[in-house]
T-cell receptor, first 113, second 118 residues
């Protein structure tokens, strides 16, 4: 099955700093999603980004499908950005079936005040 | 904004007991999923469900697990005889897959049920 690698595994920042999280895929990118898992364990959808670039406030994401990677940018980080960031993608596109997501191991982000 | 609802938020049970985890997917979604996350590890796929039957299941989803859509709104995961290693966060997700030029499948996750098996 598809392999999803995330880097770095851990990241500690001072409030206000910028960061880049990376996701590499072993196979073609299909329906890539980025999630934030907050300290309460909730998985929050950040981006659906199979290709191109999207921005939402201080967060933006870029997926280069031809090179099988995606980047998540966090600018002017805040303590509330702390948590684990996951990327996930599907095995392949098939119609009429529910397609599972394969998750990476996550990046644990800690933003210090 | 519509959301996936899971109950209970925390379930404590004794080893060997049956548990049922409940989910209410987003109302117009047709595809449903269960995932689990053991503490400190990544999120793992368990099972997907479409058109009233299991679509895919992982190796984790053995005979101790079952899923059901008992009515038009609920989606449940049953663990028949819980083991210590079943302790994890269980997430329900749903999606409205769009077929066509670009098959889009955005999965929305519930807040999870933390299962503790003692």
């Amino acid at each position: 099955g598809i392999q999803v690698e995330q880097s770095p595994p851990d990241l500690i920042l001072q409030e206000g700093a910028n960061s880049t999280l990376r996701c590499n895929f072993s196979d073609s990118v299909n329906n890539l999603q980025w999630f934030h898992q907050n300290p309460w364990g909730q998985l929050i959808n950040l981006f659906y980004i199979p290709s191109g670039t999207k921005q939402n406030g201080r967060l933006s994401a870029t997926t280069v499908a031809t090179e099988r990677y995606s980047l998540l940018y966090i600018s002017s980080s805040q303590t509330t950005d702390s948590g684990v960031y996951f990327c996930a993608d599907e095995e392949g596109i098939s119609s009429g079936s529910a397609r599972q997501l394969t998750f990476g191991s996550g990046t644990q982000l800690t933003v210090l005040p | 904004e519509p959301e996936v609802t899971q109950t209970p938020s925390h379930q404590v049970t004794q080893m060997g007991q049956e548990v049922i985890l409940r989910c209410v997917p987003i109302s117009n979604h047709l595809y449903f999923y269960w995932y689990r996350q053991i503490l400190g590890q990544k999120v793992e796929f368990l099972v997907s469900f479409y058109n009233n039957e299991i679509s895919e299941k992982s190796e984790i989803f053995d005979d101790q697990f079952s899923v059901e859509r008992p009515d038009g709104s609920n989606f449940t995961l049953k663990i028949r005889s819980t083991k210590l290693e079943d302790s994890a966060m269980y997430f329900c997700a749903s999606s409205e897959q769009w077929e066509g030029e670009w098959a889009k499948n955005i999965q929305y996750f519930g807040a999870g049920t933390r299962l503790s098996v003692l």
